[in-house]
């Protein structure tokens, strides 16, 4: 009988145990994807598990896609922005691992500013993504527009502006040169602030008889006459006029001026240029150009540069002063009398043509930001705001070396300009007919 009692006691307790197996709780888990990804761990489809139990759970996108989130019955996910996270079982439920298409947006710049926000490179942004756009343009230079994939930015001429993303886009920033001041053969050109302009000098033909003009945002003083871009693309031009220099009056999406001697030079917006003036050394024989980013003008040759860094020069080349098409990474130009120059990227300068006055010996010159070309010297603006010149002296024009604080230079036939950050101007050079008195200016 003690046997019998012990047996039914082991066999209620095994029937107690299977009982207590048979009563453990199962959910069934669901998992899915959207396109663009799928569900590695543990796969998708239906899968049972115990009450309670973890299930690590992971998300793997293709190419061109990113993981967004885990959707349905998430409750028991531990982080559903997560793609690599767990789920515990509390009931059965139904998630779905959702993915994004991701569009890459490249971004760069132009010589004379950057891109600050969101910076420059490439950036993967998901699609339907606003990007706000802040391009600075550097001193001297202006924002011109938003270039290549453009369709989707809010306002292509603003330099804040934002870009939705509806694809792969690649978007330039472009910059124009756009100097404060300018100088003539005996006459100089300032701009101020707010648009309008001032002259001092000679004024034989009316070409410093600018008082009237508003919504200007460059100037450009050619030997005996002056030019101004307007704020909505298009060009005025006042004095000498033999030529035709100064019939400008047509001429529409400008983006930057120049002023030769007896020409007018004006780079376009999409790249292209237009001429008018004196053409009897081919000086206007510009348009084949394309791809120009900036134009300088001078006595009987015009200079582009392209927005690939190299150069195209047309005109008189008795000097050689056109043999510029070997020159890289250039990201300024400027045209003197007989003479061209160019500023690298690194900071260095180069210089072609007539160096009878030793205006091109440029070579040792490092930490420039900026350049400009008079008759028979050159200027140039170094990174702490000191100015370095070569060439003819003999009215002073090179006497630059106490000069600090300078944030942009111009040269003359035979004068030295320089705005300070302050906005006054300081000047050196001969001043027979007055186009150095510029103390009382202040163009901020």
């Not at 009215?395 to 600090?404: A, K």
Request: charged content about 15%.
């Amino acid at each position: 009988m003690k046997r019998i009692g012990t047996f039914l006691t082991v066999a209620a307790l095994v029937a107690a145990a299977l009982g207590c197996a048979a009563a453990v709780t199962q959910y069934n888990l669901i998992i899915s994807s959207t396109a663009g990804g799928s569900v590695t761990t543990p796969g998708e489809g239906t899968a049972t598990y115990e009450e309670g139990e973890v299930v690590n759970l992971v998300a793997e996108a293709e190419e061109g896609y990113r993981f967004v989130k885990w959707t349905g019955d998430v409750v028991s996910i531990d982080d559903v922005n997560d793609a690599i996270t767990t789920l515990t079982m509390y009931g059965s439920c139904s998630i779905t691992a959702n993915f994004g298409v991701v569009y890459d947006l490249a971004i760069d710049s132009t010589a004379g500013g950057s891109v600050t926000t969101p910076g420059e490179g490439t950036f993967a942004r998901d699609e339907g993504t606003v990007v706000d756009l802040v391009a600075e343009a550097e001193e001297g230079y202006r924002f011109v527009e938003w270039t290549g994939d453009v369709s989707t930015i809010d306002e292509v001429g603003a330099a804040t502006s934002a870009i939705t993303m509806m694809g792969h886009y690649s978007i330039t920033a472009r910059f124009g040169y756009a100097p404060k001041v300018s100088a003539g053969w005996h006459h100089t050109v300032g701009l101020r602030s707010d648009g309008t302009v001032v002259a001092v000098g000679d004024n034989s033909y009316g070409q410093c008889e600018v008082g009237s003009w508003t919504g200007i945002i460059q100037v450009a003083a050619g030997w005996h006459f002056t030019v101004g871009l307007k704020s909505d693309a298009t060009v005025v031009a006042v004095g000498y006029n033999e030529y035709g220099q100064c019939d400008v009056g047509n001429w529409t999406g400008i983006v930057q001026v120049a002023a030769g001697a007896y020409h007018t030079v004006g780079l376009k917006s999409d790249g292209t240029v237009v001429t008018s003036g004196w053409n009897n050394h081919g000086q206007c024989d510009v348009g084949n150009w394309t791809g120009i980013t900036q134009v300088a003008a001078s006595y009987g040759h015009t200079v582009g540069l392209k927005s690939n860094g190299t150069v195209v020069v047309a005109g008189w080349n008795g000097y050689g002063q056109c043999n510029a098409d070997g020159w890289t990474d250039i990201v300024q130009v400027a045209a003197g009398y007989f003479h061209t120059v160019g500023l690298r990227s690194d900071g260095t300068v180069v210089a072609v043509g007539y160096n009878l006055y030793w205006q091109c010996n440029v070579s040792n010159w490092t930490g420039i930001t900026q350049i400009a070309a008079g008759g028979e010297h050159t200027l140039g603006l170094r990174y702490d705001g000191s100015v370095v010149a070569v060439g003819r002296n003999d009215y002073g024009q090179c006497n630059v070396g106490s000069w600090t604080d300078i944030s942009q230079v111009a040269a003359g036939k035979y004068h030295a300009l320089a705005v300070k950050s302050d906005g006054t101007v300081a000047v050196v050079g001969l001043n027979k007919s007055g186009q150095c008195d510029v103390g009382n200016w202040d163009l901020n």
